[in-house]
């Protein structure tokens, strides 16, 4: 019987964390649950695409979008099971057996892992700690808390709609039995290092907001990327 999980990693320029979060999967591979790694890239210019090949990923090239790149990662796949990461999130140790007891006994419902940031203070606690706490009162994890599901049920609830941001939020309103793992997903925190872990946690509340009040993905997209650092003033 094949090993249950594809693993889908969307990357732009990435080569700096994705080694990082490579070396992290290698439990699930010594464990028998990770069937293929595929690296849905948007064009990295970096050596993103190489990294990916060496360590034996299919990679899968288009537009640098999101949501397509995860919509394209995903059609490739023929495991059972996705688990879906960002290339800069890091599975904490232990991780596989949380999974594999999961795929077990978990009823098939589809998962999140628990945020942290790979750094330290107040400002990474709280910030983890809102979202750990949104992610179980609203069912609205994002994309740097992972997503372990069932192929049927991504192909069910219509997959990733291709939009640069907010793809995650899109997918996970419309599924079902969404639950929390024990395991962590380390994620970088370079943004909120740049501009502020108040400042960035609230313009990402807001983007939310706008989201929800019909604002289009597009235009939340560019207001995120142009999000001032705190040297500007």
């Not at 807001?206 to 999000?227: M, N, Q, V, W």
Request: net charge positive.
């Amino acid at each position: 019987m094949p090993a249950p999980i594809s693993v889908v990693i969307p990357t732009v320029n990435s080569a700096y964390e994705l080694p990082g979060c490579l070396e992290a999967l290698m439990e699930g591979l010594s464990a028998g649950l990770i069937r293929e790694l595929i690296v849905t890239d948007g064009g990295s210019a970096d050596q993103t695409c190489l990294i990916a090949d060496e360590a034996g990923a299919e990679v899968v090239s288009g537009a640098p979008s999101r949501g397509g790149q995860l919509q394209r990662g995903c059609k490739a796949a023929r495991g059972e099971w996705l688990l879906i990461l960002h290339a800069d999130t890091r599975l904490s140790q232990g991780w596989s057996e949380v999974v594999e007891t999961h795929i077990e006994a978990g009823r098939g419902r589809p998962a999140h892992f628990r945020l942290a940031f790979r750094a330290a203070g107040a400002g990474a606690l709280w910030v983890a700690g809102w979202a750990n706490m949104r992610s179980r009162l609203f069912g609205l994890p994002y994309g740097d808390q992972g997503l372990l599901i069932r192929r049927s049920d991504y192909e069910a609830a219509g997959g990733y709609p291709d939009q640069p941001l907010m793809e995650d939020v899109a997918l996970v309103r419309r599924l079902k039995g969404l639950v929390a793992l024990s395991a962590l997903a380390n994620t970088s925190a370079n943004r909120y290092l740049r501009q502020g872990w108040l400042r960035r946690g609230a313009a990402n509340l807001f983007i939310l907001a706008r989201y929800a009040c019909g604002t289009s993905p597009e235009k939340l997209a560019k207001a995120y990327r142009k999000a001032p650092s705190p040297k500007d003033g």
